[in-house]
């Protein structure tokens, strides 16, 4: 079996700092955060504008959370101190182009070449998108469980991607530690404000895909500073990227 123990940070040296843990116990994707495990996950935040204009924080306050068992990586979402009410329409998948928004960018294998894209709305409604060198493929679909629920001055969203639904390098060796690095950014979109986006970093705005500095990779070893760092027991089965 293929175990993760996260360590995750966010992306820069001005950027606050997470230890991610792996989840203690069960974790019931509900948009409510109130599972034990949660509480030992670090909030991720300092969330600061990079769209339209870059730099400077935001009146609201924006919390991230990672953990992870031996099959998902698990994201708790908290939004609070907001003046507006978030958009959250109960729309198909997909459809959630206007309403508020986290989004959630995985480059696996650090490259800025490929990598997976997820957005939910406030209510948990999904989009997800698939990039591949230079190509965006919009009707790519992958199993993600998610929910959210709208609070009285945010929302709350919770996250369960499983590690079969991406793409990764092949784990090798016997049943010892493997260290790898991913790419990683969390967004926020305030469409109210006339699409304000938010960034847990510091600096110009990242690219597209891969936030500068954010890692997610492996090893047992203490947090890495700048990136998020992942532990990886190999498994034969452990699956090839592509």
Known sequence: MLLYFLAVMSAAALAPEANVRAADGPIV???RLDDEA???AEPIDGFVRYQPTPGGAHGST???RVLQDADTLYFGVKVSGCTQRPVARIAPREDINNDDQ????LDPF???????IFYFNAIGVQQDIRFAYGTWYSAWNTVVQSEG???DD???LEVAIPFRSLSFPRVRGGSGQVTQDWGVMVTRKIPGEGGQVLVARDGPPPS???QPGGRVGGRSAPVHRRGCRADAGARDAARDGS
Not at 110 to 116: A, I, K, T, V
């Open 110 to 116: 650090n490259d800025g070449n490929s990598g997976y």
């Open 154 to 156: 945010g929302y709350v």
């Open 149 to 151: 629920r709208v609070t």
């Open 62 to 64: 924006t919390e991230v």
């Open 208 to 210: 597209a895909l891969v």
């Open 102 to 105: 986290i989004g959630i960018y």
């Open 29 to 31: 994707v509900d948009g």
């Open 38 to 40: 949660w509480g030992a």
